[in-house]
């Protein structure tokens, strides 16, 4: 077992591995900006370190300041969480390159699946099937056209080192092409300095569907069967639940197969994740993500399995202790992911101090989070404040168990989502399972609720104006967001302003 893990990462992710590195007894080490002195995942590390002077959004990509602060703590490994670095293959190998553990799989793997042109490849050649489309980047708008034109619209171009629906346009037609082509490339280059632009056969209404994986060094790999991740707003997941409505025991199977096939292709150790679209009951390669998951909890609530444990036990050298015929799906799961994002107007990130927070309590509900009462939400980072997942013997009673408790769970001071995630819940079409990734698109009722056209108006510029915020420097997908925990009353009894112990 690994000593000490520092965490190079913040809000509900670092607290989540920090919990996890307690449990295991492993020394955690936390980091942080000067944003968050006094946020929870700083104060319930065994101890903390100052990243120092930099932009706040910049603080947690500082590659040099995280391994200084790894060597001056005695840290063994460091866990990379979600977001910011944990997909840098450069990260991967630099951690390694300086004498730490990385938690998470080999820099190799990370950089052929980050290339999404080459993890393609990769996949075709291991027999997983892929959306149709090309492996190669498109060479110029000509070439897209006449691909586009093999494949038959509606097509999809995507970045190949895309991520967060960025550098992606859907073209419904022939005269589309050169030009989305041309702006596809502009902001994959933007966005990831690589302008490489690939096409895909657009699916017209499928499900996202991804498969847990677990490996670990000596080559074992299982899976820990699907998430539903369909309920999105512009590719973002908003609502995740395990097993997926569409899912049978069969397809299961066929699934997890691909996916552990997938995943020895490259060698894959630590926990990962291959998502699939779903059309009937055919399913496409999408991506992996070579990381933990926002959305990992749903899997460990039907399974029993904690998949951060096991990152840093496999991380450690250790074995599973288990195979593909000992995982077993219990229940029903559901998580919503709780942001500062107003719906009523049109989802814009929100600020404000949290004045006060009502955690939900009772049977079959868990709150990962990482606020606390008197934190100060700004636009430094990802708007994820927490998430509340539930589990319950079936899927009706999950979602029983999520509508009580998206009554009980109270956040004053910023605005939230919760509302979308209220109408969510006690619609019929979501009650019943009927859904694809469209669902929200053509739900805005749902998304928005009723929306005068001054409101539309308002949000529109907002967004606007929001975006060119963002150009200069504010990303949401390389950030994470806040959180909070069940031991805030714990630290809500040793007084606030807090001290921080690091
Ligand atoms: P990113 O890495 O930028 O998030 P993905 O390739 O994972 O991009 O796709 C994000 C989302 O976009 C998917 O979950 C799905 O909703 C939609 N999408 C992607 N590819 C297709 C496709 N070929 N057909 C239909 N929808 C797609």
Redesign the pocket.
């Known amino acids: 077992m690994l000593e000490s893990v520092l965490v190079a990462n913040r809000g509900e992710i670092a607290l989540r591995v920090i919990r996890a590195c307690q449990e295991l007894g492993v020394r955690a080490i936390a980091v942080f900006s000067d944003a968050d002195r006094s946020a929870p995942h700083v104060l319930a590390a065994d101890e903390a370190y100052r990243l120092g002077p930099a932009p706040a959004s910049e603080s947690y990509l500082r590659v040099d300041r995280i391994l200084e602060l790894a060597r001056r703590s005695g840290a063994e490994a460091i866990h990379p969480g979600y977001g910011f670095l944990s997909e840098r293959a450069s990260f991967a190998e630099a951690v390694e390159a300086a004498g730490f553990v990385f938690v998470g799989p080999r820099s190799e793997t990370i950089a052929a699946m980050g290339d ?1 042109t080459e993890a393609r490849r990769r996949m075709q050649e291991a027999g997983v099937p892929v ?1 149709p ?1 090309t492996v190669e980047p498109l060479v110029s708008g000509t070439d897209a056209v006449r691909i586009a034109e093999e494949l038959g619209f509606p097509v ?1 171009l ?2 190949a080192a ?7 346009r ?1 073209v419904r037609g022939k005269d589309e092409v050169e030009r989305a082509f041309d702006a596809a490339a502009r902001e994959a280059s933007q966005a990831f300095g690589d302008g490489a632009i690939y096409v ?5 209404t ?1 499900r ?1 569907v991804e498969i847990q994986l677990l490996g670990d060094a000596a080559g074992q790999v299982v899976h820990l069967g699907e998430r539903e ?2 309920i ?1 707003r512009r ?1 973002q ?1 908003l609502i995740e639940e395990a097993p997926s409505p569409a899912v049978d025991g069969e397809l299961r199977e066929a699934m997890g197969e691909a996916a552990v096939r997938a995943a020895e292709a490259v060698g894959y150790r630590g926990a990962g994740t291959v ?1 699939f ?1 779903l059309a009937g009951r055919e399913f ?1 390669f ?2 992996m993500n070579t990381r933990i998951q926002v959305e990992h909890p749903v899997t460990e609530l039907v399974t029993g399995i904690d998949l951060v444990k096991w990152q840093i036990r496999i991380a450690g050298g250790e074995r599973l202790d288990f195979g593909q015929a000992d995982v077993t799906l219990r229940g029903h799961a559901i998580e919503c992911r709780v942001t500062s994002e107003d719906p009523a107007h049109g989802f814009l990130p929100a600020t404000g101090r949290v004045r006060s927070l009502l955690l939900p309590s009772g049977p079959g509900v868990r709150w990962d989070g990482g606020i606390s009462t008197g934190v100060e939400i700004g636009l430094h980072y990802d708007p994820l404040l927490g998430k509340l997942i539930v589990h319950a013997e079936d899927r009706a009673g999950a979602v029983a168990t999520m509508r009580r408790a998206l009554r009980e769970l109270r956040i004053e001071g910023v605005e939230t989502c919760l509302p979308f995630h209220r109408r969510a819940m006690d619609d019929p079409d979501f009650q019943a399972g009927r859904f694809s ?1 469209q669902f929200l698109e053509q739900r805005p009722d749902l998304l928005e609720g009723r929306l005068s056209s001054n409101a539309r108006l308002a949000a529109a510029l907002a967004a606007a104006l929001l975006e060119h915020k963002r150009r200069d420097g504010f990303h949401p997908r390389t950030a994470t967001g806040f959180r909070e925990g069940s031991s805030l009353t714990a630290w809500q009894r040793s007084g606030w302003p807090w001290s921080n112990g690091g």
């Open positions: 999404k959306v489309g999809v995507k970045a895309g991520g967060g629906g960025k550098g992606m859907v895909e056969k657009f699916l017209a499928p996202h991740c369909s999105q590719h997941k998502e679209l496409f999408l991506e990734i």
